[in-house]
């Protein structure tokens, strides 16, 4: 038994135990919005009163024992990527059957990132030599869902004595504002730095921007802001996920304009 499971079963009892008063899929939804906006609230001073403002809204829909339940949530999601990196919340989600198939929304199994993983970083000489030249590599996930890629990533980097944390820079954009909020919550617990948006990757629309905690406390703002962009074609198209329009939130001043349109590769 793989040793997240604990922890994901323990989220999945937590949700029937409510379902019978919510929409299942609205609330996974809210709270996995409920706790991106919290994460966020903590560093990004820029986004704060409107996600602050967001954040009482979604509770007011709320009774208590639910509103105490997302917590309880966060706490279950935490202890499974602590005890083993991986997308948990694609396997939630998945598990819950609410992802939207009609649209063409699958969420690619874990293994199968972690093998496109290892292929992109190879032997890691590439990613040593970036690393060497700039101080780190950049990866860009252009239908991000959960995160899943970006996590494998991580993983592959760590396996091959390459701290991500320090060395690793993601752009992740995802059409679907839950999978944003699902892979900001999952790379903020993991400390990796990235920028997340709201967006189209196929025409450039982009309505929310998320900064995890590592891109804040890291300065990564700056630190792009200072090195020029060079910029890799795609390989290939990739599939676009259908979701709501929300608010959109500014980015930070010192953060240059970013094409949106690449594959997930290092460069």
């Avoid at 007011?60 to 499974?80: K, N, Q, S, V, W």
């Avoid at 970036?130 to 995160?147: F, N, Q, T």
């Avoid at 701290?163 to 993601?170: A, E, G, M, S, T």
Wanted: contains cysteine; glycine residues 6%.
């Amino acid at each position: 038994m793989p040793p997240q499971d604990r922890y994901i079963r323990n989220v999945l009892k937590l949700f029937e135990a409510h379902g019978h008063r919510h929409d299942r899929y609205t609330l996974f939804s809210d709270c996995m919005e409920l706790i991106a906006i919290s994460i966020s609230n903590s560093v990004d001073i820029r986004s704060r009163d409107h996600r602050e403002a967001r954040y009482l809204q979604i509770v007011g829909r709320y009774d208590r024992p639910t509103i105490e339940m997302f917590p309880r949530i966060l706490g279950e999601i935490t202890m499974a990527l602590e005890t083993a990196p991986g997308d948990v919340l694609g396997s939630i989600f998945t598990a819950l059957e609410i992802h939207n198939k009609s649209r063409g929304q699958f969420f690619t199994p874990y293994p199968v990132c972690q093998m496109m993983a290892e292929v992109t970083l190879g032997d890691a000489q590439s990613a040593r030599a970036l690393i060497a030249d700039k101080g780190y590599v950049r990866a860009m996930e252009p239908a991000c869902g959960a995160g899943a890629m970006v996590i494998a990533l991580a993983q592959a980097m760590l396996a091959a004595d390459i701290n991500y944390q320090r060395h690793l820079h993601v752009t992740a954009v995802d059409i679907d504002p839950r999978a944003v909020h699902m892979a900001y919550i999952q790379f903020s617990l993991l400390h990796i730095p990235a920028h997340l948006m709201v967006g189209n990757s196929l025409s450039n629309d982009v309505r929310e921007h998320w900064f995890t905690p590592a891109h804040i406390l890291g300065g990564w703002s700056a630190k792009l802001a200072n090195q020029p962009r060079v910029v890799e074609p795609p390989p290939r198209s990739a599939p676009q996920r259908a979701g709501d329009r929300s608010s959109p939130c500014t980015p930070p001043p010192d953060a240059k304009p970013r094409t949106i349109g690449e594959q997930f590769t290092l460069f």
